[in-house]
């Protein structure tokens, strides 16, 4: 099986390239990591992240024949040869198939992604009453891979001021928490013409979400919270 890998190591090329790698023996059901792995022990040199391997920790984002998602998902018989692998789009690359993810999670962190509180700490915890907590599923799943905000242009465009997908899709979250006590401010920092309105629901982060999460119906809440808020 035929591979087209980019490579790219800072110290010494001009610019990044593709180099072809053979996999001989592929067998059916493969994963891209597990093909990866392989090519790593051929070239030593070849990098890329990777952790769990089972969809959880996000590590290995990469955009695969075009299109991003997680390698230890991927399945190879569901790709076209030669099976072209890149890193993920719009943002610096450390080496090869490894991006600085410092913009994405910079963004993320603007959100801010926890409970904000005015009340004094409950002796054990914060209650929700399960209707509540249920507003809560498809948001919270967010894994941090990065497949949803490095497919979107606007971010690629303005990822110092738009704060993407997955950081919109976590401000979401804390907004519909009944147990947050900040979802006025929260609001109100988004009013931005490059926050929040950047996006133009054109859904390719619905499209490569590997947990088939939602940001643009997020999004498109958090507006619709602004509007009966009156912002």
Same mark, same amino acid.
Request: hydrophobic share 35%; charged share 25%.
């Given at each position: 099986?035929?591979?087209?890998?980019?490579?790219?190591?800072?110290?010494?090329?001009?610019?990044?390239?593709?180099?072809?790698?053979?996999?001989?023996?592929?067998?059916?059901?493969?994963?891209?990591?597990?093909?990866?792995?392989?090519?790593?022990?051929?070239?030593?040199?070849?990098?890329?992240?990777?952790?769990?391997?089972?969809?959880?920790?996000?590590?290995?984002?990469?955009?695969?024949?075009?299109?991003?998602?997680?390698?230890?998902?991927?399945?190879?018989?569901?790709?076209?040869?030669?099976?072209?692998?890149?890193?993920?789009?719009?943002?610096?690359?450390?080496?090869?198939?490894?991006?600085?993810?410092?913009?994405?999670?910079?963004?993320?962190?603007?959100?801010?992604?926890?409970?904000?509180?005015?009340?004094?700490?409950?002796?054990? +915890? #914060? %209650? &929700?009453?399960?209707? !509540?907590?249920? =507003? @809560?599923?498809?948001?919270?799943?967010?894994?941090? /891979?990065?497949?949803?905000?490095?497919?979107?242009?606007?971010?690629?465009?303005?990822?110092?001021?738009?704060?993407?997908?997955?950081?919109?899709?976590?401000?979401?979250?804390?907004?519909?928490?009944?147990?947050?006590?900040?979802?006025? +401010? #929260? %609001? &109100?920092?988004?009013? !931005?013409?490059? =926050? @929040?309105?950047?996006?133009?629901?054109?859904?390719? /982060?619905?499209?490569?979400?590997?947990?088939?999460?939602?940001?643009?119906?997020?999004?498109?809440?958090?507006?619709?919270?602004?509007?009966?808020?009156?912002?």
């Amino acid at each position: 099986m035929k591979f087209l890998i980019q490579r790219y190591n800072p110290e010494k090329d001009q610019k990044p390239f593709l180099q072809e790698y053979d996999v001989p023996d592929v067998k059916p059901g493969t994963m891209l990591l597990d093909a990866l792995l392989i090519i790593k022990a051929m070239d030593p040199t070849l990098s890329f992240r990777r952790s769990c391997g089972e969809g959880v920790c996000g590590s290995d984002g990469m955009n695969i024949n075009g299109r991003n998602g997680l390698a230890c998902l991927t399945n190879l018989d569901q790709l076209k040869e030669p099976i072209t692998v890149r890193p993920l789009p719009g943002q610096p690359i450390i080496r090869d198939l490894v991006i600085d993810q410092t913009p994405f999670f910079n963004q993320y962190k603007a959100a801010k992604p926890w409970l904000i509180t005015k009340d004094p700490d409950p002796e054990k +915890e #914060r %209650l &929700q009453s399960p209707a !509540d907590r249920d =507003k @809560l599923d498809g948001l919270y799943e967010c894994i941090l /891979c990065a497949c949803c905000s490095t497919s979107c242009p606007s971010f690629w465009w303005n990822p110092d001021k738009f704060l993407g997908p997955a950081a919109l899709l976590q401000a979401s979250r804390f907004i519909e928490d009944s147990r947050d006590q900040a979802t006025a +401010e #929260r %609001l &109100q920092q988004l009013d !931005d013409a490059y =926050k @929040l309105y950047r996006c133009h629901s054109i859904m390719n /982060c619905v499209d490569v979400c590997p947990k088939e999460l939602n940001p643009t119906k997020a999004i498109g809440n958090i507006r619709k919270r602004m509007l009966e808020k009156g912002i």
